[in-house]
Each structure stands twice: as structure tokens, then as C-alpha cells.
């Protein structure tokens, strides 16, 4: 399970166009189109008496930040795990405070807490070459509303099914 933002259809659509050209330059698999989003928190695998629980800490985490405008300017690899994303050089205040938000929910009720830096980023291609990193045009959308999702890994790739869903502010 996990927490995200998930971009808009014309924001999805350029994302989608920057996976195949990454794709096209440096091999790899591309999520499906419905799967790209940006991972907020990840929370692992979680009991069903504990849904309830996430749900109260999307809800409240989802109160305390207004919509923002989210916008990924820069194309690059995870150092050596063939992972290819779109992410930002510098992010919003907002998108800040609510994953702080999630964290300090996640960690008061005992779930496991991501230690490292926050990086947003969407995910282009997974298993493809090195690619050097680069400032694209800005893919932007206006971020209203947070979802806890539960991922179904399948054999043609993971498939993501909306638990619930906030409205910011």
C-alpha cells in the first residue's frame, strides 16, 4: 500500500510520451498509462484491521494542505537500478508538508516510516540504460486530492485499486 498524486489527463498523456521516448532511447518497459503517480508514502503490506487506521492519517494529512501546482522539470536514472523518472529540481511547500504530514500520521500509529529524503518523481521505465539526466519543459498539474492505494502485483505488472480519497484543504 501506498500513498499518491496522480497527475492529470493531459499531464498523464505528456508523461506517458516521455516514457516511450525514454523507452525508445534507452530500452526498458514503460508503467501502463493508468500507472503513472507520485508515490507520497509507502506503507508495505498492512493488515486489513489496519486500513482504517491509514485512512484517518490520508484524511487528516489531506486537511492540513491546500492544492498546489506540481511541476516535473527534470528527466533522470536512480544510480544503477535502471529506473528512469520524470521528477522536480525543486518542490512545491505544499507537496512538502503533506508528506511530512503522512509521515508524522504513519509513524504515531506504528506503521513503518520512509527515513530517507522525500524525491518526488514519476517513474518512466524500469530495466533500461543509462540515461544522463537532463531540465526538460515543465509536465505540470494542480494536485487536489490524495489516495491510498493498494497495489496487486500481476505477472504483466502491478495493478493499483484506489482505496480511498481526499480533497486538499
Not at 16 to 41: F, I, K, Q
Not at 53 to 64: M, N, W
Not at 95 to 100: D, I, K, N
Request: aromatic residues 6%; positive net charge; glycine residues 8%.
Amino acid at each position: 500500500m501506498f500513498f499518491a498524486v496522480w497527475p492529470d489527463a493531459a499531464a498523464r498523456e505528456v508523461i506517458a510520451a516521455r516514457a516511450r521516448d525514454v523507452v525508445r532511447r534507452v530500452g526498458g518497459r514503460a508503467p501502463r498509462l493508468e500507472n503513472h503517480h507520485l508515490t507520497l508514502a509507502f506503507v508495505g503490506e498492512v493488515d486489513a484491521d489496519r486500513i482504517d487506521a491509514l485512512k484517518s492519517i490520508g484524511a487528516e494529512a489531506a486537511r492540513a494542505v491546500s492544492p498546489f501546482v506540481l511541476a516535473l522539470d527534470r528527466l533522470g536514472e536512480f544510480d544503477h537500478t535502471g529506473i528512469a523518472w520524470l521528477g522536480a529540481d525543486t518542490q512545491p511547500a505544499e507537496l512538502e508538508r503533506l508528506v511530512r504530514a503522512l509521515r508524522d500520521g504513519l509513524a504515531a500509529e506504528g506503521f513503518r516510516v520512509e527515513r530517507r529524503h522525500h524525491r518526488p518523481h514519476v517513474t518512466l521505465a524500469r530495466r533500461c540504460g543509462t540515461m544522463a539526466a537532463a531540465t526538460i519543459a515543465p509536465v505540470a498539474w494542480r494536485v487536489e486530492r490524495v489516495t491510498l492505494i493498494a497495489s496487486e502485483p500481476l505477472p504483466a505488472g502491478s495493478r493499483y485499486r484506489e482505496l480511498a480519497a481526499w480533497t486538499l484543504g
